[in-house]
């Protein structure tokens, strides 16, 4: 019987990619497979792999390969990317698009924002991921009833690996879900480096159209290990109409525009927008003033995604846990939606103006 090199690719399906978790054909390790007779070469990119990696890949792929067809004579060839045409390599290559939610101000609603657009995106059909980057001040676990939950672990390749917590079809993970919920974060520069980087590259995340990364105030350690560690697509900037929030804002979409940074920014969310009473559906209240979305857009020349009011049932939907319900969030979920087509609209703008995402490589 012939062997098709379409059996060979299905059999390497089984064999994970030491780094993310994922199958050497799902991740893009794969560079391709040579069958001539019974002569069989297999290229591996081995630009994220070290010695170990190697070795256990090797073994794996001939394991695999001669179980199902022992008659073949197989060779696996470590190969490397080419730098000059894809940069540093992703250490999440099956994640397509990796989007900050930042604002430098503490409680204008990145959280709220972040939680309701990633499962927005969901209910549009993309697979979607929710990373807790708030290492000070976790959200996550509180608005999605996570408390008390732990990630589970599973080994890969002699290493051991957090798996998500799925919610509702997103893939979540969140320091709050390790920790015990009381439990102080008191940790400086490297720590808060580890964690990050813990979270990206020794997590089995799996492929995803989308990872929403919401971000802590400020522009400090934990932003700049995430735009050196991983390609991000864009940021969406979170402000509330208030002067005072305008500026830190802006602060921090600044960082994002710094020369040796430069992360493109797709839009600004204008979160407590206005106040509608329950009783008075029809009513708008500008507690905090009007107009900072749009002035914070035109700034970064770029467009509001969205405005989000202030609702009861947004507000408790995430106290309660309960913030990827439908039916409970104050009627928000489309208009959330809306949000998540905008995101996308504008994405793809700057995709076809700016290329595909690269890790930032900052020189001190």
């Given amino acids: 019987m012939e062997i098709s090199v379409s059996e060979i690719r299905q059999l390497l399906t089984s064999i994970k990619d030491p780094k993310t978790g994922q199958n050497i054909v799902a991740s893009g390790l794969l560079k391709d497979i040579v069958l001539n007779g019974e002569e069989l070469q297999v290229l591996i990119y081995s630009n ?47 994640i397509k698009n990796i989007i900050a939610v930042a604002s430098g101000k503490g409680g204008v609603g990145k959280s709220t924002i972040s939680v309701n657009l990633a499962f927005a995106l969901n209910r549009l059909g993309f697979k979607v991921g929710l990373l807790d980057a708030d290492i000070y001040g976790p959200s996550l676990p509180t608005m999605l009833g996570l408390k008390g939950q732990r990630p589970s672990v599973t080994d890969v390749y002699g290493k051991t690996k957090l798996v998500p917590i799925d919610v509702n079809g997103v893939q979540t993970m969140s320091i709050g879900n390790i920790i015990e919920p009381d439990q102080a974060v008191v940790l400086r520069g490297p720590r808060l480096t580890g964690i990050i980087k813990q979270f990206i590259e020794d ?6 159209d989308f990872m929403i990364v919401d971000l802590p105030p400020g522009t400090g350690d934990i932003q700049l290990t995430l735009v050196q560690t991983v390609p991000l697509s864009g940021a969406v900037i979170v402000t509330t109409p208030q002067e005072v929030a305008f500026a830190d ?53 770029s467009s509001v995604l969205g405005q989000v009011p202030i609702t009861m049932g947004l507000r408790e939907s995430g106290d309660q846990g309960i913030a990827y319900r439908t039916d409970i969030n104050g009627g928000n979920s489309k208009l959330f939606e809306e949000i998540g087509k905008n995101l996308i609209l504008h ?18």
Avoid at 62 to 79: K, T
């Fill in 48 to 94: 994220t792999l070290d010695s170990t990696d190697k070795g256990n890949l090797h073994q794996a792929i001939v394991f695999s390969v001669q179980s199902s067809f022992p008659e073949l004579d197989v060779d696996v060839h470590m190969v490397t990317r080419s730098a000059d045409l894809v940069g540093k390599p992703s250490p999440l290559p099956q």
């Fill in 347 to 364: 994405l793809n703008k700057v995709l076809e103006n700016q290329g595909k995402a690269k890790i930032v490589e900052i020189k001190s």
């Fill in 203 to 208: 997590t089995v995340w799996e492929e995803l």
């Fill in 249 to 301: 804002a802006l602060r921090a979409m600044n960082m994002f525009r710094m020369e040796q940074i430069s992360v493109p920014i797709v839009g600004v969310v204008e979160n407590m927008a206005w106040f509608t009473p329950e009783e008075l559906p029809d009513s708008r209240y500008y507690i905090f003033g009007e107009g900072g979305g749009e002035r914070l857009a035109k700034e970064s020349k």
